[in-house]
């Protein structure tokens, strides 16, 4: 059907599911939903999240942002905007846009209230918080108070509550239900510490893929930032988070050569597929669709080294396989389109139309 | 200077120099110079290795070589072209170009002779042999020689030699000297079998990154086919093939958070720098350029931690670092542009041209 690869293939019927399932999820339990675009970067997809009743979208870019802006009416940047360039971008996205910020530093807050003041422009304000992930977000308490008191303090910021990303907690993993609760109990008192403080949180927003479907759990949390739902991929598949048919995007790849005994080696490498460790260490890269007990073990640019070790099949030079990647964030990321398949149909080509940052070129007059 | 991060920013000396040094190399033994464009994918870049010498070019994908036939007539497609697709638009490429494939199937033989005769173009062939890497290419001697056979007894077809890859040999690590010296003796024993079977290779095309500065002393080698010697990287530098101080490229990216303690975390993450590992297992994805005893220790898709354990100094939100990534081939590939600066002049924007492949949706009619 496809001629040419490597490419990316969504299973439009999974997608869909996939998306249901999620939009179902959130509205049993009153938690607002608000999709994160860096999974798939595609307006089209992010359209189809806001019909199933997402309440806006999470951006990681500016680019992101102003390509999502066209979905939607609501976004948050969950990412510090740093520098003069990205807070103009910040303050040029479409005046429709109802526009949320989550920061952990007083030095964003000030360059922020310059900016939004120089344009007049309201901009929503979450405050990080550092639940033990240890990347960004505060990890005390008293720090994070008076940074949400600095923004209710600052027109035209708005304060609208806490965000923070459990993405170390391993839910699949025994005796991480107790790291759960702990987590729970901790949001909890950070809501009750910013209430105390006149700081109540309106909004607080967390969750992380592999505990996305207890997030309701988490005593306060009124908002879910999930992202790679949408496609779901084999790590998301190990910390059962999905179940393998699941899973929406592949690469179809094709077998080059069969020269050395005991592997196949396709056209998908690190340059297509994304070298990202799985779930459990020294699993490979990715599987097959429908042999998932084929892995991809070794990685170069434009090359992936098919194991054959556990199973009888041989595939010849020239077969078609369809590789179900590690991280499909980082594999869709490395594509320019998608492709969207029913069956045996191509029913659609997506460009990845948030990917990668705008060109400096114009602005740098070079 | 450059406001918005992350950028790929080339020191333009650097790369002069880096060009340079290899030309020398490759003249000063008598060894034909075919860089492998991957690392920069841009033709721009290509012509300068062309005017110092280069005997042509090496590509990996099509698009490569599309790109590249606007620079060298003479180019190496060093991957087995698989479908009907890809070689329809081998082909394709300009008539003045003299294109040679490596491969190492009778599978792929056969399609290609249909093809060539199809277009009655003359395509040269080099058989790929596997010397230990275990990726591609024959191991054994005489399935090589049969393929080397076939192909001359089917013009359009013209036999043109053999081509390796010791991708798996560390010249550095002590022991691995000795493994150059039974590889030089395979080499030589491989061109004594082809000889003997009276298809003589008159190409001899080798040598790695690791070993790149010993490749004259692999017996029998015409031809090197280098491609990251023009930016270098960290890997490269821990390999003890370039010193520190040849790194050209530079991901330029800011301080966006200092919350926790320890670190700082930058806005260049996985889909900025690749999740590359360093040569020394778990020794980070980067290291600064100015401070390369400060390690990006972890990666999320947008951020990079900054490990501030070996260092007294402690950046602020805001200041920018130039990082150097583990594999610069990967970092380049998730970037549109690179920007080309002498000192603190901002000198060129040249695009990453023959970035990714080329989209399916009009061939495809969707």
């Keep these: 059907m496809i001629e040419e690869t490597p490419v990316p293939l969504v299973d439009l019927d999974r997608l869909d599911r996939n998306l249901d399932r999620m939009a179902a999820y959130a509205r049993g339990h009153n938690l607002h939903l608000r999709p994160h675009t860096k999974t798939h970067k595609s307006p089209r997809i992010a359209a189809e999240q806001m019909a199933r009743g997402a309440v806006g979208l999470t951006c990681a870019t500016l680019l992101e942002a102003e390509v999502m802006a066209e979905v939607s009416h609501d976004l948050l940047l969950a990412y510090p905007p740093v520098g003069d360039s990205k807070l103009q971008r910040l303050m040029a996205l479409p005046e429709s846009a109802e526009i949320t910020v989550a920061l952990d530093s007083a030095a964003v807050i000030e360059k922020l209230v310059d900016a939004a003041r120089q344009h007049g422009r309201r901009v929503g304000v979450l405050v990080e918080l550092d639940v033990g992930m240890r990347r960004i977000g505060l990890p005390g308490l008293e720090e994070a108070v008076r940074l949400a008191r ?20 391993r839910q699949h993993i025994s005796g991480q239900a107790a790291e759960l609760e702990r ?23 967390g969750g992380s893929t592999p505990t996305i479907w207890n997030t309701h759990e988490i005593g306060g949390v009124t908002e879910i930032r999930p992202g790679t739902y949408a496609y779901n991929d084999r790590i998301t598949a190990q910390l059962g988070a999905c179940d393998w048919n699941d899973c929406a995007l592949t690469i179809l ?13 396709i056209d998908a ?6 070298r990202e460790p799985a779930e459990n260490q020294g699993d490979g890269y990715g599987a097959l669709l429908d042999r998932p007990e084929v892995v991809v073990r070794r990685l170069s640019e434009e090359h992936g080294v098919l194991d054959l070790a556990d199973t009888s099949w041989r595939p010849a030079v020239g077969d078609q396989v369809r590789v179900v ?14 492709y969207g ?3 045996d149909r191509l029913e659609a080509a997506w460009p990845v139309k948030a990917r990668g940052r705008r060109p400096l070129a114009a602005s740098l007059g070079v």
Excluded: W
């Excluded at 600095?150 to 907690?169: C, D, E, K, Q, T």
């Excluded at 490498?269 to 994304?274: F, I, Q, R, V």
């Excluded at 990647?325 to 998608?338: K, S």
């Design 150 to 169: 600095l923004v209710a303090a600052h027109p035209p910021l708005v304060y609208r509550g806490i965000a923070f990303y459990p993405g170390h907690i």
């Design 341 to 343: 398949i029913r069956g």
């Design 253 to 265: 790849a094709t077998v080059v050569s069969t020269a050395v005994p005991g592997q196949a080696v």
């Design 269 to 274: 490498g690190s340059k297509a597929l994304g």
């Design 325 to 338: 990647p590690n991280h499909v964030c980082i594999a869709v990321h490395l594509h320019e389109m998608v």
């Design 183 to 205: 987590l729970s109990r901790a949001v909890q008192a950070a809501v009750e510490s910013f209430d105390q403080a006149g700081v109540r949180p309106e909004i607080v927003s």
